[in-house]
C-alpha cells in the first residue's frame, strides 16, 4: 500500500525576504536636495547643481554670490582647490538648503604680483609705462587689473617752486598711462580709460597717486602698489652759477701772505640752490696767475684744483659756500663757473600731506 504524499510547504521565511527585497526596489528614493557634478576642469568648467525638490522658484548662491535660478545652475570656481558652501533657498514650500563643495585640496593658494613703472613722476605730456607679472601656484588662471587714487596733495620742500591747485589742462598733452597688461576703468578721480589699457589723466589735480595693480585667481586677490608724483612742470636738473673778483696776492715769489696782512688771496662766494645738489663741476679763470677751488663745508674736501668734478655729500638745501684761491699772480681778476647737478627725487623735493594741511 503506497504511502500518502507529503503536502509542499513553502518556507515563509525566504519568501518575505524576496517580498521585501521586491518592495525595496520599486519604492522611489527620497529627494535629494543639492546635487553636485564636479567637472575635470574647474578653472574652465562648470560644476553643474540641481535639485530634485519642487517648489515655485528655486534661488542658488556660491559663497554668497548669486549664480542662477531654477532647478539646474551653473558655477565656474575658476581655481583648482577651494572650498565652497552651495546654498539652494525655496519658495512654496519655502526653505533652505546648504552644502560644502570641496574642489582638490580644498585650499586655494592665491596668486602673487609684482609691478613696475618706468618713473615715479609724471607732467603733462610724458607717457608713464606700467608693468604687472603674476604668477599661481595652483596654476589657476590670473587676471591682472589696474586703478589708481589720488591719495594726497603735494607741499614743496623750503626753496622749491609752488605747486598749481588747477587741474591740468586738456590741450597740455596730458599723461598717458599704458598697462601693458589689460586694465580695468580706473577710479573717478584718476580720469578717464581710454582702448582699456591707457588712462588719459586730463582733469588730474597734481598730487601724489596711489597706482594699484590687481591681480585675482577668482578666489583670492592680491595687489602691488606703486607711488607717482603728478605736477605741472619739472624743475631744470642742473643750476648754473658764476661769480667773479679781484684778489690782491697769491702764492707768488714773495710767498704766502703773512699772517695778519690785510691783503687778500682767497675769498668764499655763498649761494643757496634751491634744490639739494649731488654734483658740482667747477672751473676757474684768472687774468694772471693761477688759482684753485674748494669747498670748505665737504667733509674731506679734495687737493684744491682750478677745475674739476665733485660728488657732493652736504649740499642739502641752503646757504653753501665756495672758496676760491690764489696761487699765483697779483691783483689778479677771477671768474668761477660752477654748475650744480640737483637731485629729482620726488620723495626729497615734495611731502604729501592732506589738503587741509597745505
Known amino acids: 500500500m503506497p504511502y500518502p504524499r507529503a503536502p509542499t510547504v513553502t518556507p515563509v521565511l525566504p519568501c518575505l525576504l524576496v517580498l521585501l527585497a ?12 543639492i546635487r553636485v557634478s564636479l567637472p575635470d576642469d574647474p578653472t574652465k568648467q562648470p560644476v553643474r547643481l540641481s535639485t530634485d525638490l519642487t517648489a515655485r522658484t528655486h534661488r542658488w ?3 554668497g554670490v548669486v549664480v ?3 532647478p539646474r545652475a551653473e558655477w565656474v570656481p575658476g581655481v583648482r582647490n577651494h572650498t565652497a558652501v552651495v546654498v539652494l533657498e525655496t519658495e512654496e514650500p519655502d526653505d533652505r ?10 585650499t586655494n593658494r592665491p596668486p602673487s604680483i609684482d609691478a613696475a613703472s618706468s618713473a615715479d613722476w609724471v607732467v603733462p605730456g610724458e607717457v608713464l609705462h606700467l608693468h604687472a607679472e603674476a604668477s599661481d601656484l595652483d596654476r589657476d588662471p590670473v587676471h591682472v587689473s589696474w586703478a589708481c587714487e589720488r591719495a594726497a596733495d603735494l607741499r614743496p ?3 622749491d617752486p609752488p605747486l598749481e591747485d588747477t587741474p591740468l589742462r586738456g590741450h597740455d598733452q596730458v599723461v598717458r598711462v599704458e598697462a601693458e597688461l589689460p586694465a580695468s576703468g580706473p577710479t573717478a578721480s584718476c580720469g578717464k580709460a581710454m582702448d582699456g589699457s591707457t588712462w588719459s589723466v586730463e582733469g588730474w589735480t597734481p598730487g601724489f597717486y596711489i597706482l594699484v595693480a590687481r591681480a585675482t585667481d577668482g578666489a583670492d586677490t592680491v595687489t602691488a602698489a606703486l607711488g607717482l608724483y603728478v605736477t605741472q612742470t619739472r624743475p631744470s636738473p642742473t643750476e648754473n652759477w658764476t661769480f667773479a673778483g679781484t684778489l690782491a696776492v697769491g702764492r707768488d715769489l714773495l710767498g704766502p701772505a703773512a699772517e695778519g696782512n690785510e691783503q687778500q688771496y682767497q675769498a668764499d662766494h655763498a649761494f643757496e640752490p634751491p634744490l639739494r645738489a649731488r654734483q658740482a663741476t667747477f672751473q676757474v679763470t684768472v687774468d694772471e696767475g693761477a688759482a684753485c677751488v674748494v669747498f670748505p663745508d665737504e667733509p674731506g674736501p679734495p687737493p684744491c684744483v682750478a677745475e674739476g668734478r665733485l660728488n657732493l655729500r652736504s649740499f642739502q638745501g641752503g646757504e653753501e659756500r665756495v ?3 690764489l696761487l699765483e699772480g697779483f691783483n689778479a681778476e677771477y671768474e668761477l663757473r660752477l654748475i650744480l647737478v640737483l637731485d629729482m627725487d620726488p620723495d626729497w623735493l615734495y611731502e604729501p600731506v592732506e589738503p587741509d594741511e597745505v
Open 323 to 325: 672758496r676760491v684761491e
Open 97 to 106: 538648503h546648504e552644502r560644502t563643495v570641496v574642489l582638490g585640496t580644498g
Open 68 to 70: 542662477g535660478e531654477g
Open 22 to 33: 521586491s518592495l525595496a526596489g520599486c519604492a522611489s528614493q527620497a529627494p535629494e536636495a
Open 61 to 63: 548662491s556660491v559663497d
Open 157 to 159: 620742500q623750503s626753496g
